[in-house]
């Protein structure tokens, strides 16, 4: 299977192998089955100020906290590392198993993982990136926080989303410096909850499509059926 992020218009074609994912146009693609995807964008051409300002005053608040502590952050491939973090992440929550193997056709051009990193308690967050040099668009793949590993009340937990907050914000501009125009939270979940943490960053609901051959669809029913 050939997975196509971002397609444009003239893209969407008919292909036995083909899956299109967020493509910006809905359309009638022959023995193609679309489905809409919601999703949510920060807009990465705004300056540094104005992004700062769309912000909600708590998240303003805790990247101001998290920016007293001497954090380090890290950016590379160390795919191992984090699914050290993310592994108890989908294994509470019913996740989607992920390993090594999901990433065995990208590129380290395609993607990127950030950590930020306290000295004394190791790794508090961690984002994987989609790189699409082309529409200038950074997807977020997984976003995983350690504050499982401490116990409620130590203010470990508190101090985890709060690097998280910055670790987004450091995102933003540091791919910002490199030419990307989009930050994609890589959809925008039904839960309150992730609806909320998404909001704070003061970017946009928007929805894209993705385009499934009908072999596809079937596919993934009979499966389901049988299991």
């Given at each position: ?30 023995f ?5 995807f919601t999703?949510?964008h920060v807009?990465?051409?705004?300056s540094e ?15 101001r906290k998290?920016?007293q ?11 191992t590392?984090?699914?050290d ?10 996740l ?8 065995a056709?990208k590129?380290p051009?395609?993607y ?28 977020l793949e997984y ?6 590993r401490?116990?409620n ?11 998280n ?11 910002q ?11 925008y ?6 609806q909320?943490?998404?909001r ?6 928007v ?10 669809t079937?596919a993934?029913?009979?499966?389901n059926?049988?299991t």
């Amino acid at each position: 299977m050939h997975w196509c992020l971002y397609p444009a218009p003239a893209d969407l074609r008919f292909s036995w192998r083909n899956i299109y994912i967020q493509a910006d146009s809905a359309r009638h693609l022959p023995f193609y089955v679309r489905q809409p995807f919601t999703t949510y964008h920060v807009d990465l051409t705004l300056s540094e100020e104005e992004r700062w300002g769309n912000y909600t005053p708590k998240l303003r608040q805790n990247i101001r906290k998290a920016r007293q502590f001497d954090f380090k952050i890290i950016r590379n491939h160390d795919l191992t590392r984090f699914l050290d973090i993310y592994t108890p992440i989908w294994q509470a929550l019913g996740l989607i198993h992920l390993q090594e193997s999901h990433f065995a056709t990208k590129s380290p051009e395609q993607y990127l993982i950030t950590f930020i990193e306290d000295e004394t308690h190791g790794v508090l967050a961690a984002h994987v990136v989609q790189l699409d040099h082309a529409t200038k668009k950074v997807k977020l793949e997984y976003n995983a926080s350690t504050f499982r590993r401490f116990e409620n009340g130590t203010g470990m937990r508190r101090l985890c989303g709060q690097a998280n907050a910055l670790l987004f914000e450091l995102d933003f501009g540091y791919f910002q410096n490199l030419g990307y125009e989009v930050f994609d939270f890589g959809g925008y979940d039904e839960r309150p909850t992730l609806q909320h943490f998404k909001r704070q960053f003061g970017g946009k609901v928007v929805t894209n499509y993705n385009y499934f051959p009908f072999w596809f669809t079937w596919a993934k029913a009979i499966k389901n059926w049988l299991t």
